[in-house]
């Protein structure tokens, strides 16, 4: 017992962010303990992260380049092996080739093969923000985009060719919703639902400097301090 508290204590001390990855697969499915763990990473060691991102993150925790990339199948509700398919789609000839844009994500994920409430739990934890930052268009354009995804694969599979190239780029793409973005404390809100902690930010945030002066005590001891 005492080796293998010496081995822990030597990892996290000198390799703190793969440390921290290998500890949050261990537990990747319990929300709670992830909550912690994340509390660990970002307050208690200061360890850089990359939060859920389509274009970065992998179905399970991983370090890339001395990041925690945070991990999709890690978002309640999605399911590992429906996000190792986003993943592997990501990839060509075993090369990176990031989604351009939501439509080129649409033409090669399968989305109704993902579903919609694991798309739904991407869009709320903001992993397509680097295709599109308006979460809440994103969201209310996710039946469109999935009409769009099925179409394609469908005729990939019944090996119907277009003229001008491959399956699907004669298909028009599906207009995008006209809505607003949420407002700072939905998005906050509902990347919670998705993540099942606050991880960009926390809705006392802007509260912060009239507590700290008001000498608050928080939940963790300290005084203004989220």
């Known amino acids: 017992m005492r080796v293998v508290s010496y081995q822990t204590g030597w990892l996290k001390a000198n390799h703190p962010v793969e440390f921290m990855a290998g500890v949050m697969n261990c537990d990747i499915h319990l929300t709670d303990k992830l909550a912690?763990?994340?509390?660990?990473?970002?307050?208690?060691?200061?360890?850089?992260?990359?939060?859920?991102?389509?274009?970065?993150?992998?179905?399970?925790?991983?370090?890339?380049?001395?990041?925690?990339?945070?991990?999709?199948?890690?978002?309640?509700?999605?399911?590992?092996?429906?996000?190792?398919?986003?993943?592997?789609?990501?990839?060509?000839?075993?090369?990176?080739?990031?989604?351009?844009?939501?439509?080129d994500f649409a033409r090669r994920v399968n989305l109704k093969k993902v579903g919609k409430r694991p798309l739904e739990m991407l869009t709320r934890a903001g992993a397509f923000d680097q295709l599109d930052r308006n979460r809440r268009r994103v969201f209310d354009s996710l039946e469109g985009l999935v009409g769009y995804s099925a179409a394609i694969h469908e005729q990939k599979n019944s090996n119907q060719v277009s003229l001008f190239g491959e399956a699907g780029d004669d298909l028009p793409e599906p207009r995008l919703a006209g809505t607003p973005d949420w407002l700072p404390a939905e998005r906050l809100n509902e990347e919670f639902k998705a993540i099942g902690f606050y991880l960009s930010g926390h809705p006392l945030d802007d509260y912060m400097p009239a507590l700290k002066r008001k000498d608050v005590l928080t939940l963790d001891g300290g005084h203004g301090k989220g």
């Open 36 to 103: 912690t763990y994340f509390e660990e990473v970002k307050k208690g060691l200061g360890l850089p992260y990359v939060p859920p991102c389509v274009n970065r993150s992998e179905a399970t925790f991983n370090v890339v380049k001395g990041e925690l990339v945070y991990a999709l199948g890690a978002l309640k509700n999605v399911g590992l092996d429906v996000m190792r398919l986003v993943a592997e789609a990501r990839r060509e000839d075993g090369h990176e080739r990031p989604f351009a844009t939501l439509f």
